[in-house]
T-cell receptor
Framework: AQKVTQAQTEISVVEKEDVTLDCVYE???????LFWYKQPPSGELVFLIR??????QNEISGRYSWNFQKSTSSFNFTITASQVVDSAVYFC???????????????FGEGTQLTVNP | EAGVAQSPRYKIIEKRQSVAFWCNPI?????LYWYQQILGQGPKLLIQ????????DSQLPKDRFSAERLKGVDSTLKIQPAKLEDSAVYLC?????????FGEGSRLTVL
């Protein structure tokens, strides 16, 4: 069975601080995908990144960066120079790697509520 | 490109009543999902459709929940009769090439 653990329930930082959101996963699959989603107060889930289990290169996109370490089953997310608009719930998720066109169910973690104070 | 459309956005009912939610996926997306998100928790998959066939409904409480996707496009999720613990946001998503796109959700409150 697949499982995603986000141990940090809530994090509060002051604007411009860097913050890292932790994600640890469990799966028996050798091939899988990892995701991060942002859920602002409006409620919609906003896709941030998808990572294939074969690709362990870290990725940077603007102020966002992701550290994927297969050896520790972790896929951590760092926001550099946080801003008030980053305040949201962030979810880490895991899916099997089925055929691309058939889609795969996502297993979500419980989420981390990030509050960035001015 | 239009996103995933859901309605209604909000619904308040009393326990033992019934409710239905509607979802229109992104055009051309063959896979459609319904997730349940209880307050303070991550979304949990209820059912997955591939075109108009069910791929996975293992976590759907079939004694009260039902879903259909006629003609492989729109989908409806029904709850009958509703219980207090069904209060949640019901998220519809569709996917193409592995990336899921979520709608804004339908928030259900059962009194």
């Amino acid at each position: 069975a697949q499982k995603v653990t986000q141990a940090q329930t809530e994090i509060s930082v002051v604007e411009k601080e860097d913050v890292t959101l932790d994600c640890v996963y469990e799966t028996r699959d050798t091939t899988y995908y990892l995701f991060w989603y942002k859920q602002p107060p409006s409620g919609e889930l906003v896709f941030l990144i998808r990572r294939n289990s074969f690709d362990e290169q870290n990725e940077i996109s603007g102020r966002y960066s992701w550290n994927f370490q297969k050896s520790t089953s972790s896929f951590n997310f760092t926001i550099t120079a946080s801003q008030v608009v980053d305040s949201a719930v962030y979810f880490c998720a895991l899916s099997e790697a089925r055929r691309e066109t058939s889609g795969s169910r996502l297993t979500f973690g419980e989420g981390t509520q990030l509050t960035v104070n001015p | 490109e239009a996103g995933v459309a859901q309605s209604p956005r909000y619904k308040i009912i009393e326990k033992r009543q019934s409710v239905a939610f509607w979802c229109n996926p992104i055009s051309g997306h063959a896979t459609l999902y319904w997730y349940q998100q209880i307050l303070g928790q991550g979304p949990k998959l209820l059912i997955q459709f591939q075109n108009n066939g069910v791929v996975d409904d293992s976590q759907l409480p079939k004694d009260r929940f039902s879903a259909e996707r006629l003609k492989g496009v729109d989908s409806t999720l029904k709850i009958q009769p509703a219980k207090l613990e069904d209060s949640a946001v019901y998220l519809c998503a569709s996917s193409s090439w592995g990336e899921l796109f979520f709608g804004e959700g339908s928030r259900l409150t059962v009194l």
